[in-house]
Nanobody, 124 residues
Framework: QVQLVESGGGLVQAGDSLRLSCAAS????????MAWFRQAPGKEREFVAA????????RYGDCARARFILSRDNAKNTVYLQMNSLNPEDTAVYYC?????????????????WGQGTQVTVSS
């Protein structure tokens, strides 16, 4: 069993930056690839970024490419999503996710564990 707790969400203005954190706990947490998804009201859950268990490989969704950076500190069992140049279209609940495979984790079906989510709101 893996528990995921997100933090760092909030209200920011367009152009600002924000860093989300996801702390994983559980005996096998270090075995998992980690990812972020987001879901805006009335929309499907969208893949944002993923990182393999070593932290050496990252993958980004179209919404994140060139603006967001995903990193991982395995000593702390924590992943960080640095979000830059935020715009109102980035407004959503951001969910942390854990899965065994960095390829499969890019879809919700490949996720084994979800966090509760953290709200990010970007005002214009």
């Amino acid at each position: 069993q893996v528990q995921l707790v997100e933090s760092g969400g909030g209200l920011v203005q367009a152009g600002d930056s924000l860093r989300l954190s996801c702390a994983a706990s559980g005996r096998t947490a270090s075995r998992y690839a980690m990812a972020w998804f987001r879901q805006a009201p009335g929309k499907e859950r969208e893949f944002v970024a993923a990182i393999d268990r070593s932290g050496a490989i990252t993958r980004y969704g179209d919404c994140a490419r060139a603006r967001f950076i995903l990193s991982r500190d395995n000593a702390k069992n924590t992943v960080y999503l640095q979000m830059n140049s935020l715009n109102p279209e980035d407004t959503a609940v951001y969910y942390c996710a854990a899965g065994l495979d960095i390829i499969e984790i890019r879809t919700p079906l490949g996720v084994d564990y979800w966090g509760q989510g953290t709200q990010v709101t970007v005002s214009s």
